[in-house]
Structures are given as C-alpha cells and as structure tokens.
C-alpha cells in the first residue's frame, strides 16, 4: 500500500469540484469534450487532471491507439464518482421549491432489467413531458440484492425491487407499482409445447435457465428458483444469466425452460418465437414496489418523482 493510501483522506481537504471534474472525464474519456460539456476551458481540465493522477497515484485515461480508455481504477471510480455526484446534487437541492418543468437535477433509479423494460416505455414518456431539462439515471441491478440492498437504497433515489426482507428496517419506506404473474417459456419446437398438459415431474426433469441465481446452492435468492424451490422443485440449471432480458437467447431451439414475469414473456416470446406456457401449479404473485429512503420524504423533487413513478406504473393497466 502506498503512503497516500495508508493516510486518511478528510473531506476538508479537498477540492470538490474535482469530483464534478472526474465525472466529466471518466463519462467523455476526451479532455476536450469533457471541457466543452463543463462550459471550461481544455487547459483548465487539462490541470485538474494531473492534479487528480497526482491524487489517486494512476494515470486514469491511458492513451491506446490514439484514442483514452479508462485504467481499470478509472473503471473501479466511474460508478462511484456517478453515486457520488447524483447523491450531492440532491443534498444541495433538498429545500429549494422545486419546478419539474425547469429542474435540471439528475435522478437516480435502481431496478432490474424487467420492471425497466416494463416501466421505461411510461415512464420516459412522462419524465420527458414534465421534465425536460432534467436527466435520468437508470442504473441496472446486475445481481440478486443481498444484505447490503439497504445501503444502496440511501446511495440512489430510489429503488424498484419486489418486498424483500431486507427493506423492512427503520427509516425506508415504500410504495406498491404494479403487480404480475410468473409463466414458463419455452422454444416452440419443444416437446413440452405439444402437451395436453404437462406438471411438476416435467419441470423437475428438464434444464433451466435461470436469472440472478447466484450460484449452484440451495436455497436460492434468486426469485425464479425461490418460487420452485418453495414448491419442492429442485431445476436443473443449465444456464445461469444476470438479465432476464438475456433469457430467450437461451431458450431459442432448445429444450430448455425458464419462469419469466408474464408483463415481460409476451414481449420476448413474440420477438424470439417462444412459446408462453401457464405453471402447472400456483406461484407466488409478483409484487414491484418502490423504495427510498424516509430522509427523502419532505423533498418536493423527491415526492414529484415518487407521484411520477407510480403514474408510470397506472399506465401499465389503463
């Protein structure tokens, strides 16, 4: 460890509009571009770029044929300097009345692919009628949300995730979306499509795909596989992907299986020439909710968002 990193860095001692700097960068990867989209000159951003090497001991952009790609510390800070940033804009804009039509403020949205690929139609229709100076951060969720899912919730505006045990503590709070059903899939040249009807000992035998299913143990977070294992099916995973949307790339000509949300199969069904199957047996409703923590609640951006996501959510049913 070097001796830049083994002394504590206090908040006091540094200049925060490197931050805003850094962001620049690391999203441009072009001195020039980066000067242009902060409204500085190339020789300004050109300094506090050395002044930010010098800091983190690391070029940050390597040139590699001609062109900058982020080192792999650069790539380790991009997101963090986004979470950053996002999360000090809105503590400077906590308290200010609050104009969706003229805001320019970032917000941040965490959620998986499938309640985005759900919501996002709506949604961007919305945001950008009401507010369209401001811009929107989706950030996916890439793997299934552990213990640490309350600290993410503070990091973020807020969070689409179905009731998870982890989100009932003190200070978040949350409010329903929609709700939606779970259905098999399956390639329309499967054996199982052609079935009068088809149960549990059929879905026990055949290989899965399967989302967020974090490795080959039991019992799994990954809310395909809770829903059979609650039913005493232990699949056979075959393939294991962090997207759902990924899903029918996997399915397409095979034998294989999967349990998708029913807003999202038919979509992926008619595109990839899947076939949508009811379960043999009853599943668990799935339930979308937002989440954000309480500290947010008197912010009238905050609360114009939290109104906007579930207008978003209505539109799914009109």
Known sequence: MSPRQSRPTHLANLDLNLLVTLRALLRERNVTRAARNLGVTQPAVSAALSRLRRHFGDELLARVHGAYVLTPLAAQLAGQVETVCAAAERLFATGRAFDPATTEREFTLLMADYPATVLDPPLS???????????????????TL????GDAIRL??????PPLGHFRTPGVASVPLFHDRWVCVASAGNPLCEAESF????LARLPWVVPYHRDEGYPSAAPATRQLTALGIRPRIAVRVESYRAVPDFITGTRRVALVPERLAAPIASAHGLRTLTCPVPLDPLEEHLWWDASHDEDPA??????LMVRAAACLDA
């Open 125 to 143: 229709r919305l945001f950008d009628h009401e507010a369209p100076h401001a811009a929107l951060h989706l950030q996916l969720i890439r793997e």
């Open 146 to 149: 552990g213990s640490g899912a």
């Open 156 to 161: 973020v505006d807020a969070m689409v995730s």
């Open 199 to 202: 149960g549990i000992e059929d």
């Open 302 to 307: 905050h609360s114009w968002l939290r109104d």
